[in-house]
């Protein structure tokens, strides 16, 4: 089985789509850990799936549906980690309006359950299918992207003539996941690349509505687990990016204010000032000192 490791993402946001055979054996699986497109892999390794309040185990071959606003974290229960992942837009899929059906899929049905346990006709008509995608992304068809929707589609309907595995586990430690997955979904709003990029999510509210949870179980788990509140977390992680804004950047500071979900720079200048007893100007300066000396 082929690795992944030739994955460019720039070239996915170009075509709107990405397949790739995973297998961490050789090499890393950075790629199969991306979280900002969608997704459908075909899982054949041991692992679990972790939710912000469940988990699902997958001990055989499985269909997984991922979507960008929901956010989880696989656990492998193996070092090797193989089977095979299409990544893509959602404007990929909706270029022949076909949204009627994919709203009804496992893929976009948020609260559904995205795995689906497969026997061994069913896997190998996965994988043929996985297959033929891997093939025609290689070709010069005109048309290939509409032969991979077709696909794909028959991947997705393949999920839903099936039963949706049921054997989601609770947590025994709910903080310790809600925590992880908060801090993953942090994260993932960094680096910010464009100065016209605004951070969609800010507050601890924001954050608890992206991980379905209440505001107050999200800073409770926070909390308890970090020993620092949600605002501060948050806090400390604008302040890192503001820094190398401010540093490895030209952006104004209206512009990195902006990027950072601040309405005014006054706003973002005091905030900055807060937490480190300087401004944005003052740092920077002393920044492009210590690069010159």
Same mark, same amino acid.
């Given at each position: 089985?082929?690795?992944?490791?030739d994955? $460019?993402?720039?070239?996915?946001?170009?075509k709107?789509?990405?397949a790739?055979?995973?297998?961490?054996?050789?090499?890393?699986?950075?790629?199969?850990?991306r979280?900002?497109f969608?997704?459908?892999?075909? /899982?054949?390794?041991?692992?679990?799936v972790?939710y912000?309040?469940?988990?699902?185990?997958?001990?055989?071959?499985?269909?997984?549906?991922? $979507?960008?606003?929901?956010?989880?974290?696989?656990?492998?229960h193996?070092?090797?980690?193989t089977?095979?992942?299409c990544?893509?837009t959602?404007a990929?899929?909706k270029?022949n309006?076909r949204?009627?059906?994919?709203?009804?899929s496992?893929?976009?049905? /948020?609260?559904?359950?995205?795995v689906?346990?497969?026997?061994?006709?069913?896997?190998?008509?996965?994988e043929?299918i996985?297959?033929?995608?891997?093939?025609?992304?290689?070709?010069?068809?005109l048309?290939?992207?509409?032969?991979?929707?077709?696909?794909l589609q028959?991947?997705?309907?393949?999920?839903?003539?099936?039963?949706p595995?049921?054997?989601? /586990?609770?947590?025994? $430690?709910?903080?310790?996941?809600?925590?992880?997955?908060?801090?993953?979904?942090?994260?993932?709003?960094?680096?910010?690349?464009?100065?016209?990029q605004?951070?969609?999510?800010?507050?601890?509210?924001d954050f608890a509505?992206?991980?379905? /949870?209440?505001?107050?179980?999200?800073n409770?788990?926070?909390?308890e687990?970090?020993?620092k509140?949600?605002?501060?977390?948050?806090?400390?992680?604008?302040?890192?990016?503001?820094?190398?804004?401010?540093?490895?950047t030209?952006w104004?500071?209206?512009?990195?204010?902006?990027?950072?979900g601040?309405?005014?720079?006054?706003?973002?200048?005091?905030?900055?000032?807060?937490?480190?007893?300087?401004?944005?100007?003052?740092?920077?300066?002393?920044?492009?000192?210590?690069?010159e000396?």
């Amino acid at each position: 089985m082929s690795s992944h490791q030739d994955l $460019n993402p720039q070239e996915l946001k170009l075509k709107g789509f990405k397949a790739y055979a995973v297998d961490t054996a050789a090499g890393p699986s950075h790629d199969y850990r991306r979280r900002d497109f969608y997704k459908v892999a075909l /899982v054949t390794s041991p692992c679990t799936v972790h939710y912000a309040d469940r988990s699902l185990p997958i001990s055989g071959p499985s269909l997984m549906f991922a $979507n960008p606003h929901i956010p989880y974290a696989i656990e492998l229960h193996d070092p090797r980690l193989t089977g095979y992942s299409c990544l893509f837009t959602e404007a990929f899929m909706k270029e022949n309006d076909r949204s009627e059906s994919l709203q009804q899929s496992p893929l976009f049905k /948020v609260g559904g359950t995205p795995v689906f346990h497969l026997d061994g006709a069913q896997a190998a008509y996965a994988e043929g299918i996985f297959q033929k995608i891997l093939a025609e992304q290689r070709t010069e068809y005109l048309y290939k992207g509409d032969l991979i929707r077709t696909y794909l589609q028959l991947l997705i309907h393949e999920a839903l003539r099936m039963q949706p595995t049921e054997s989601f /586990v609770q947590h025994k $430690n709910a903080s310790s996941r809600i925590t992880a997955l908060f801090l993953e979904l942090l994260e993932r709003l960094f680096p910010v690349e464009s100065p016209g990029q605004a951070m969609p999510l800010k507050t601890a509210q924001d954050f608890a509505q992206q991980l379905g /949870v209440h505001v107050n179980h999200l800073n409770r788990a926070v909390k308890e687990v970090t020993g620092k509140p949600t605002t501060a977390h948050i806090a400390e992680r604008v302040i890192t990016e503001a820094k190398a804004l401010l540093h490895h950047t030209s952006w104004s500071t209206a512009e990195i204010a902006y990027s950072l979900g601040f309405e005014y720079p006054t706003y973002f200048n005091n905030f900055f000032k807060k937490h480190t007893s300087t401004t944005p100007l003052a740092f920077r300066r002393d920044a492009e000192r210590v690069a010159e000396a």
